[in-house]
């Protein structure tokens, strides 16, 4: 059941465990695609040969064009050079483990290209949710799901019956580094603090993400679109071992969970062999080492961020589109130094008091995270 794979975020961590379990199944990789750092891409262009590659930036691009002329590579640049990857006739799968919302308009392209999407790209969902699942419908593809609590569901719902009801959606949540802290203790946070994720390694965004739990709200959000639930029917338990990965409780108030050692490669290959299970790089679970398992109430109080994303998606429409863009552009301020983190999720929220309209158009998502992006900007400007 070899599928020759395009894989967009190459470079990211995801793409880069992506990329080890690619090679270990021994699937060719035939087109990929990355940001703007040009060397690491270059040695896994040499190391993968793919026919295709991409570049986010158009200088990084011209740069890695001349660094490859020794290749039979077509090198394309900007948001149509990563459509193009995403849609490449020869892939029997795309994987999109882009960072933010850059990855939504390829997601649709892989779609509308009637490609199946393992998502990682979470903003995809949070920001354009309904345009891409109504392309899935329209196109008969399919979203599985790689991000861990989603994937986790995704496997519990595999013994669940056509007519089975499912009642009830958990995701579970690490609580990041600053669990147990209260309001005051986060006002001097560091980046570096903010970046030392207990139990996952992971790019810059999401790491910040999970240390305001602003992740665990854009998750709720992305759980609604890739299993048609009510946001008020998922619910967020803090699980600090991070090997539960996720339940969900059918209509007999059995609960269903899926448990593993905390390594994205798992998840990863799930989405890509599914519905196959094959041997992976990763350990097995012993759970006498990890001897308790441990589960606490989320502290909504200190971390807000999760009920304004609840929030969001109640409202419907560009509401998540605005949230996430917002986000974006926090988290890229206090990733700068011109933001407190005790700043990101209070400013973020404010977007909510803004009229925000319906989420019709792949043009008025990305209007919608322009617009709340500038807002946000203005908004953390009055601050000083
Ligand atoms: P990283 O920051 O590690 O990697 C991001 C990737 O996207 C890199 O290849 C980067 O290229 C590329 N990229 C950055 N900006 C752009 C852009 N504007 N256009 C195109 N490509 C771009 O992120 P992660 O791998 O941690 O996360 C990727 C996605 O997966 C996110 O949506 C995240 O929420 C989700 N995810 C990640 C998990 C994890 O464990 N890391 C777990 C679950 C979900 P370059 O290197 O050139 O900058
Ligand atoms: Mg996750």
């Known amino acids: 059941m070899e599928k020759r794979l395009s894989l967009l975020g190459a470079t990211g961590s995801i793409g880069i465990q992506a990329l080890d379990v690619a090679e270990k199944l021994h699937w060719p990789v035939t087109a990929m695609a990355a940001g703007s750092r040009v060397l690491p891409f270059e040695?896994?262009?040499?190391?993968?040969?793919?026919?295709?590659?991409?570049?986010?930036?158009?200088?990084?691009?011209?740069?890695?064009?001349?660094?490859?002329?020794?290749?039979?590579?077509?090198?394309?640049?900007?948001?149509?050079?990563?459509?193009?990857?995403?849609?490449?006739?020869?892939?029997?799968?795309?994987?999109?483990s882009v960072m933010g919302v850059a990855g939504f308009l390829p997601t649709l392209a892989a779609v509308e290209a009637g490609h199946d999407v393992a998502l990682a790209n979470k903003e995809t969902l949070v920001a354009g949710g309904a345009v891409v699942t109504d392309a899935c419908q329209k196109h008969g593809v399919k979203l599985l799901p790689v991000d861990s609590e989603h994937s986790a569901i995704f496997q519990c719902l595999q013994g669940c019956?056509?007519?089975?009801?499912?009642k009830k959606l958990i995701l579970t949540c690490s609580g990041g580094p600053f669990f147990g802290k209260t309001k005051a203790d986060l006002e001097a946070v560091t980046l570096?603090?903010?970046?030392?994720?207990?139990?996952?390694?992971?790019?810059?965004?999401?790491?910040?993400?999970?240390?305001?739990?602003?992740?665990?709200?854009?998750?709720?959000?992305?759980?609604?679109?890739?299993?048609?639930?009510?946001?008020?029917?998922?619910?967020?338990?803090i699980h600090r071992e991070s090997i539960v990965h996720s339940l969900v409780e059918y209509e007999d108030n059995s609960v269903i969970a899926q448990l593993g050692v905390p390594d994205m490669r798992i998840p990863i290959q799930y989405a890509l062999t599914?519905?196959?299970r094959v041997p992976s790089p990763v350990k097995p679970l012993s759970l006498a080492e990890a001897g308790k398992?441990?589960?606490?109430?989320?502290?909504?109080?200190?971390?807000?961020?999760?009920?304004?994303?609840?929030?969001?998606?109640?409202?419907?429409?560009?509401?998540?589109?605005?949230?996430?863009?917002?986000n974006e552009q926090a988290v890229a301020l206090f990733a700068a130094g011109k933001l407190p983190f005790a700043a990101i999720t209070p400013l973020v929220a404010r977007i909510l008091e803004h009229p925000w309209g319906a989420a019709d158009?792949?043009?008025?998502?990305?209007?919608?995270?322009?617009?709340?992006?500038?807002?946000?900007?203005e908004l953390a400007g009055e601050r000083v």
Not at 69 to 86: Q, R, S, Y
Not at 295 to 311: G, K, S, V, Y
Not at 366 to 376: C, P
Request: proline share 6%.
């Open 43 to 96: 040695e896994q262009i040499r190391k993968f040969s793919p026919r295709v590659v991409a570049m986010a930036d158009e200088n990084a691009a011209a740069d890695l064009k001349v660094r490859i002329a020794d290749l039979p590579v077509k090198v394309t640049a900007g948001t149509e050079g990563l459509c193009e990857v995403a849609s490449v006739a020869n892939a029997d799968m795309v994987l999109n």
């Open 161 to 166: 019956p056509p007519h089975g009801k499912a």
């Open 192 to 237: 570096e603090q903010a970046l030392a994720h207990p139990n996952w390694s992971m790019g810059l965004k999401i790491t910040v993400d999970s240390a305001t739990m602003m992740n665990k709200g854009l998750e709720l959000i992305e759980a609604k679109w890739l299993f048609d639930m009510d946001p008020d029917d998922i619910d967020i338990i």
């Open 274 to 276: 599914w519905p196959e």
């Open 293 to 326: 398992l441990t589960f606490f109430a989320p502290d909504h109080e200190t971390f807000p961020a999760i009920n304004l994303c609840r929030e969001a998606i109640k409202r419907g429409g560009l509401y998540p589109a605005a949230v996430s863009g917002a």
């Open 361 to 377: 158009s792949a043009e008025a998502v990305l209007q919608a995270d322009r617009d709340s992006r500038q807002l946000l900007l």
